[in-house]
């Protein structure tokens, strides 16, 4: 059974950065492409950021893109978000997903996401 935990969210100010943690386990883990999604309230699960399983390979949502970088420490079964110059808008509950198939570069679309975390709250005050 796989399971990823998020962490790292919190109360940020604009123009401020955080770093999402997500842990995983229950496979090996560095076979698979993962990737960072985030909903706003009354608003749709959308794309930030995804990363291959060979760990050069990364895409970013244009809205993101220039302000985070997503990584990954296979050693350490660990995904991670670093996000900086916060704006309001990026204010959301943060989730991590990992890809349904192995040995995929980054994966964008939702649907081929098959195992997903909790989220973890980010707001961004202005």
């Known amino acids: 059974q796989v399971q990823l935990v998020e962490s790292g969210g919190g109360l940020v100010q604009a123009g401020g950065s955080l770093r999402l943690s997500c842990a995983a386990s229950g496979r090996t883990f560095s076979r698979y492409a993962m990737g960072w999604f985030r909903q706003a309230p009354g608003k749709e699960r959308e794309f930030v950021a995804a990363i291959g399983w060979n760990t050069d390979r990364t895409y970013y949502a244009d809205f993101v893109k220039g302000r985070a970088t997503i990584s990954r420490e296979n050693a350490k079964n660990t995904l991670y978000l670093q996000m900086n110059s916060l704006k309001p808008e990026d204010t959301a509950v943060y989730y991590c997903?990992?890809?349904?198939?192995?040995?995929?570069?980054?994966?964008?679309?939702?649907?081929?996401?098959?195992?997903w975390g909790q989220g973890t709250q980010v707001t961004v005050s202005s």
């Open positions: 997903a990992a890809a349904r198939l192995p040995y995929r570069d980054y994966v964008t679309a939702m649907g081929e996401y098959d195992y």
